[in-house]
């Protein structure tokens, strides 16, 4: 069956240090792959994508994340931490292949800290 | 513009009772999306309409939920004799597609509380 595992459900940083969020995916096939990013009390954005093209996706807030078709995973990464990064991030899945079906991971908390 | 809306942004409901929830997608939308966020089960899809028709409805719960898309714009989401377990923020994404590289622009949710 297909999922999609973050392997960290809370990591904390301190502002300006860099950032990794994990996540390992397991299908089939190679899925096109996701991040998202909720704020409180705020809607899903979508951070970045990979969709088969560059294995190295550039996103927005200067964060990015590498795809690993050996290793099966896809984390997150942002070089300097800010305090506006603190939220919960989801590595997401579609497993439709095809019409765009999500699964998601169970989340990340980001705190960052001063 | 204007992005995905949902109504109402908070609902509470005496268990046994039917709620509908709505979502507005971003105009020209042809894909749409429910999903469901609960604390014990995650983020997990509950349906796709392509136009208004369903092709998957695979992540409906059980048959007291029900959902329909009108003019190939709103969508209700309904739960007929809501229980606790069904307790959850509902939400609502659009795409413009469905393509499997379209971007999914979510709503902000319902909540809904089973009492």
């Known amino acids: 069956a297909q999922s999609v595992t973050q392997l960290d459900s809370h990591v904390s940083v301190s502002e300006g240090t860099p950032v990794l969020l994990r996540c390992n995916y397991s299908?089939?096939?190679?899925?096109?792959l996701f991040w998202y990013v909720q704020h409180p009390n705020k809607g899903l954005q979508l951070l970045l994508k990979?969709?088969?093209?560059?294995?190295l996706v550039k996103g927005i807030n200067g964060f990015e994340a590498e795809f690993k078709k050996s290793e099966t995973s896809f984390h997150l990464t942002k070089p300097s931490a800010h305090m506006s990064d603190a939220a919960e991030y989801f590595c997401v899945a579609d497993v439709s292949g095809g019409y765009n079906k999500l699964i998601f991971g169970a989340g990340t908390r980001l705190a960052v800290h001063p | 513009g204007a992005g995905v809306s949902q109504s109402p942004s908070n609902k509470v409901t005496e268990k046994g009772k039917d709620v509908e929830l709505r979502c507005d997608p971003i105009?020209?939308?042809?894909?749409l999306y429910w999903y469901r966020q609960s604390l014990g089960q995650g983020l997990e899809f509950l349906i796709y309409?392509?136009?208004?028709?369903?092709?998957?409805k695979s992540g409906l719960p059980s048959d007291r939920f029900s959902a329909e898309r009108t003019g190939g714009s709103v969508s209700t989401l309904t739960i007929q004799r809501t229980q606790q377990e069904d307790s959850a923020v509902y939400l609502c994404a659009s795409s413009l597609t469905g393509g499997t590289t379209d971007t999914q622009y979510f709503g902000p949710g319902t909540r809904l509380t089973v009492l």
């Open positions: 309409f392509q136009g208004n028709s369903a092709p998957d």
């Open positions: 990979y969709t088969s093209a560059a294995t």
């Open positions: 105009s020209g939308h042809t894909a």
């Open positions: 299908s089939s096939y190679s899925p096109s």
